[in-house]
């Protein structure tokens, strides 16, 4: 079935410890996009790009690095856990970027002790 | 800048009854608004989007740009319409970055 694959589905992670969120999708979107889910904040960017070799920052972007190396994958990384980023992160794609509809992966549940 | 408010974190009906959650976006240009929603333990799946201008699932979500407000309804909310709902919004030639709004958890009760 063609879409978004996030792993691992949680994680209770130390903190201090290097992280990656794994993403991939086989719809062969330009763009992708990394969001936290957080009660009461909603859904905030963390990186998107908006095709493989391309980053940008989005809203919450610290503490937090993405890479685009081909269409199909975009892992995010966190390069040492703090409990701050206890979170449910999505993943998305889109067929371009701009106001194409957002295809979200299933998310990743990640707590941060 | 964009920006998408949901002033209603809870939002509880009866069924059947009607059902309003509200958006309102704050953007200088000329916006696209969706809807997204995330029913218990599934992803995040679009339900409608205002170019389209149709119904989903009995929900349908007008435009008004004097008032900012992209309100998400439906005339007899049914217990399966329970879940978040999302607002948000892209700048047409703008950002290229979806905004979402905080989300409205709405329980709709037998």
């Known amino acids: 079935i063609a879409g978004i694959t996030q792993a691992p589905t949680s994680q209770i992670l130390a903190a201090g410890r290097r992280m990656t969120l794994r993403c991939t999708q086989d719809?062969?979107?330009?763009?992708m996009y990394w969001y936290r889910q957080d009660l009461g904040l909603g859904l905030r960017l963390i990186h998107y790009?908006?095709?493989?070799?391309?980053?940008g920052k989005g809203e919450v972007p610290d503490g937090y690095s993405v890479s685009r190396a081909n269409t199909d994958d975009f892992p995010l990384t966190l390069a040492s856990a703090v409990p701050s980023q206890t979170s449910v992160y999505f993943c998305?794609?889109?067929?371009?970027?701009?106001?194409?509809?957002?295809?979200f992966g299933n998310g990743t549940r990640l707590t941060v002790t | 800048a964009q920006r998408v408010t949901q002033p209603e974190k809870l939002l509880s009906v009866f069924k059947g009854a009607p059902v309003e959650l509200k958006c309102n976006y704050s953007?200088?240009?000329?916006?696209?608004l969706f809807w997204y929603v995330q029913y218990s333990r599934q992803r995040l799946q679009l339900l409608l989007r205002h170019i389209s201008r149709e119904s989903i699932k009995g929900f349908t979500a007008d435009l008004n740009k004097g008032e900012t407000s992209f309100h998400l309804k439906k005339p007899f909310a049914q217990e399966e319409d329970s879940a978040m709902y999302y607002c948000a919004l892209n700048g047409q030639g703008g950002s290229e970055k979806l905004v979402f709004g905080k989300g409205t958890k709405l329980t709709v009760n037998p």
């Open positions: 719809m062969r979107h330009n763009a």
């Open positions: 998305a794609s889109s067929a371009t970027p701009g106001n194409s509809p957002l295809h």
């Open positions: 790009s908006n095709t493989a070799g391309t980053t």
């Open positions: 953007y200088s240009g000329s916006p696209e």
